[in-house]
């Protein structure tokens, strides 16, 4: 029987890798690798060199602590731009890309107390990419709406729980506007923040979760075609998936058991079944898990691959260009990132 992945091969970053991202910096249609170094202050590019494989990280300066990297066009030119979560200069840096995969210096934009986790997304409607982070320190979230000419506004920032960790952007309740979702570190709970046009939110209604609530993804769990909620909970050493009833709110948590401390979780299809499995990046047990989905929206016991030294975040895609999605992890303690290739013909086994 096929083991799903092959050994991690690793690559050398700078010091302390958190956040690692997927995407084609270069167009060259390979996905490259971008991770953000928290202890020194910069960013990684891993251009890929077309076979699965990646050149030496080329760096970037960022601001301090960078803590969560994203990648989208913010300026609607269809090359790939960085927005970095700079935690403790407290700010978010946007890296315009200047094309075949090289950068300009980070402008910077005001954020709260010490941004954990960003991403882009159109929350207006306006066909622009605008910026969302979480503030843990300040218990908010800033939305940061694009003007579209290379910058963005100040943020208007909407209360949240304790220590928000982690935000995601996805329309749960079908009316077209995409709403946000923030995993609520120190208040064991999940935040919904419903859209209500132009870019302007609700207040939270919030969704009890295990223990440090760390890491959140937004998926089709149960084949319904409404987006559901997967959380990592640090605490608890489990996921916890939410399934929508329908109208924008959530069912009680199932949970999952997963490896010692999971700090990052990824959703993809990993064996060709059309339903999307979770991934789970297991920091104190130096692993990955994969939870298959049964269908229903409940999933299987995790199966685990061995990382390097404290994996914290994880991400999935195709690599290598086989259809198959792949494993990308962050290894903090190692100081490398680590690449699982898929390997299986899973209709085959």
């Known amino acids: 029987p096929c083991n799903g992945f092959s050994t991690q091969k690793t690559y050398p970053t700078s010091s302390g890798p958190v956040s690692v991202v997927a995407a084609d910096v270069n167009g060259d249609r390979k996905l ?35 803590q969560f990297v994203a990648v989208a066009d913010v300026n609607g ?13 407290n700010n978010v840096g946007v890296l315009l890309n200047a094309g075949t995969g090289t950068f300009s210096a980070q402008v910077i934009y005001p954020t709260g107390n ?24 300040s218990e908010n979230v800033g939305v940061l709406l694009n003007n579209g000419n290379d910058a963005f506004a100040a943020q208007m920032i909407y ?12 329309d749960v309740n079908g009316d077209n506007k995409l709403d946000i979702i923030v995993a609520n570190y120190g208040s064991n709970s999940i ?21 440090n609530p760390y890491s959140v993804a937004t998926v089709d769990a149960n084949g319904d075609s409404k987006l559901d909620i997967i959380v990592a909970n640090r605490g608890s050493s489990n996921v916890g998936v939410l399934l929508n009833n329908g109208n924008g709110t959530f069912a009680a948590a199932m949970t999952y058991p997963t490896g010692s401390d999971p700090r990052s979780v990824a959703v993809t299809d ?39 030294s404290n ?23 190692s100081n490398n990132v680590g690449v699982f290739l898929a390997v299986c013909n899973w209709h085959a086994n």
């Open 114 to 137: 010490n941004p954990v986790s960003v991403l882009a997304a159109d929350v207006n409607g306006d066909s622009k990419l605008d910026i969302i982070v979480a503030n843990y320190i």
């Open 32 to 66: 490259d690798i971008i991770v953000a170094n928290w202890n020194s202050n910069n960013i990684g590019i891993l251009l890929n060199n077309g076979n699965g494989t990646f050149a030496a990280q080329i760096t970037y300066l960022t601001g301090s602590n960078p």
């Open 159 to 170: 209360s949240t729980g304790s220590n928000p960790y982690s935000v995601a952007a996805t």
């Open 270 to 308: 990993v064996n060709g079944d059309s339903k999307l499995d979770i991934i789970v990046a297991n920091y104190g047990s130096n692993s990955n898990g994969v939870l298959f989905n049964n269908g229903t929206g409940t999933f299987d016991p995790q199966v685990t691959y061995s990382t390097d």
């Open 191 to 211: 935040g919904v923040l419903l859209n209500t046009g132009t870019g302007k939110f609700a207040a939270q209604v919030t969704y009890s979760t295990d223990s």
């Open 311 to 333: 994996p914290i975040s994880v991400a999935a895609s195709d690599v290598n260009g086989d259809s198959k999605p792949d494993i990308i992890v962050a290894n903090s303690g």
């Open 77 to 89: 030119d269809s090359k790939l731009d960085i927005i970095i979560a700079n935690r403790d200069s």
